[in-house]
T-cell receptor
């Protein structure tokens, strides 16, 4: 298996622009998690899906962030409009029946 | 009550020494305690995990010690090697809730 796939790996954008991060979970996994990692705040869970349904989005920082999972093999995290404080590494992770989470390589987002 | 407190924040150990990282929790409903290892530029990866029905689990040079009464668990790395230099995260979850509660992370440096 190719593991969790994330794209793009790096994204540089200007403040106010829309940013879309993409994730393909491991085939057969039924849970998907979006995390944000910064030096200041560490690893933060933004939202997670179970069987494509959002279960807990309490970690989404504000309405500028939205996430979708239209099917079992694809999810997006969108930031609109982006701000410099959104600069971070965003990870997608997937798991089967919970417990062990497999992380993707991350997307390093820089908002200038 | 949902927090997992991890210490130390950083740790320097000589090659061949024992590295010890500690975590404490309050929620007695937690029933799964994993440790994740993260190398620079990579996503975290599961290293070893334990459930509260055992006091110790060993996999190679890595051992989790679990003290249910004290609500603490720790990671011991025996014969530490430079390749073990990474950031280590402890975490905890309640069985039916797939959301992991993460510690703040420990940056481990093994000096050759």
């Amino acid at each position: 298996d190719a593991g969790v796939i994330q794209s793009p790996r790096h994204e540089v954008t200007e403040m106010g622009q829309e940013v879309t991060l993409r994730c393909k979970p491991i085939s057969g996994h039924n849970s998907l998690f979006w995390y944000r990692q910064t030096m200041m705040r560490g690893l933060e869970l933004l939202i997670y899906f179970n069987n494509n349904v959002p279960i807990d989005d309490s970690g989404m920082p504000e309405d500028r962030f939205s996430a979708k999972m239209p099917n079992a093999s694809f999810s997006t995290l969108k930031i609109q409009p982006s701000e410099p404080r959104d600069s971070a590494v965003y990870f997608c992770a997937s798991s089967f029946l919970g417990y062990e989470q497999y992380f993707g390589p991350g997307t390093r987002l820089t908002v200038t | 009550q949902q927090q997992v407190k991890q210490s130390p924040q950083s740790l320097i150990v000589q090659k061949g020494g024992i590295s010890i990282i500690n975590c404490a929790y309050e929620n007695t409903a937690f029933d799964y305690f994993p440790w994740y290892q993260q190398f620079p530029g990579k996503g975290p990866a599961l290293l070893i995990a334990i459930r509260p029905d055992v006091s110790e689990k060993k996999e190679g040079r890595f051992t989790i010690s679990f003290n249910k009464s004290a609500k603490q668990f720790s990671l011991h790395i025996m014969d530490s090697q430079p390749g073990d230099s990474a950031t280590y995260f402890c975490a905890a979850s309640v069985g039916s809730n797939y959301q992991l509660i993460w510690g703040a992370g420990t940056k481990l440096i093994i000096k050759p």
